[in-house]
């Protein structure tokens, strides 16, 4: 049994374990743009997004995923508004492997003094925004262990974008809920991840039929994702960041005629698959 259906089978007997989506996190903070009295103010702030994350009860339903989560937060001034500092900052979410996002602009008031909190009803710039980037790289994770089953996370994200939206900290939140439905609309590059992760583990327990059986439903995906959305940011940076390792199982499978397809659906990296096809050739 591959490892993605253990898993599975794990979460239906452990649902009651201490959630533990966020493993290991890392944020970095540049600040330099501060001036040193707004320095002092956010000496804190990296500490306490790690807390907040981990502290943070994400998805009952997928207790273990043991993400890694790595943010950085760029400060590039603040604006005062009414009696509050408001920082304005660049962002960027990732898990360290194919789910990336950068957010160019954004606001939010910090207070050193006050913990970070998510609350569902009351929505607050810094914590709104933390939460809506945990659920996208939640999402994007489920994705790889069931079809679509990343859905719950999105509604979530999308529901804390249109939150903001009506808020008085709405710069950039129109943005944001352009990216929740544009993800989840993207229903060939979620068939694709999906494809990919599953042949991946199979391949690894030996089971060749089965992984190139999955790389078919990959490519299926990436030309279904082609057709319907075009040539988008996060199809291409999944297939910067997996290249490689689908073109090595094909390679070493010997499957010509797929490698041909994939260097015709990803352009870009058209050298790194011929490159593979050479060495079948020799």
Known sequence: MVKRQSFLIA????LNFVNAQFESIQVTIDDRLLRSEEKQDVMNVANDIKRFFLSTSWDENYSDLDINL??????EGVTIKGNETVYNCQAMFSNGNDLRYFDKSTQFFYNSSTSLYYDPVLFEPLTGLLAFYAH???AGEIDTYEFNGGNSSYEIARDIALRGSASDY????SARSNIVDDLNRNNGLRKARLAFYIAEDLFKDGNIEGAIREI???LDGLEESFRDVGRENSTQY???????????MLSFTGSIELLKDIRELDPDRRDLYQSYLD???E
């Not at 297939?239 to 689908?246: D, G, M, T, W, Y």
């Open 279 to 281: 060495t079948i050739s």
């Open 238 to 248: 999944f297939l910067k960041v997996k290249s490689e390792n689908i073109a090595k």
């Open 170 to 173: 709405k710069k950039g939140w």
């Open 216 to 218: 078919e439903i990959l």
């Open 70 to 75: 790595y943010v950085q937060i760029i400060f």
């Open 136 to 138: 996208l790289i939640l």
């Open 11 to 14: 979460i239906c007997l452990f």
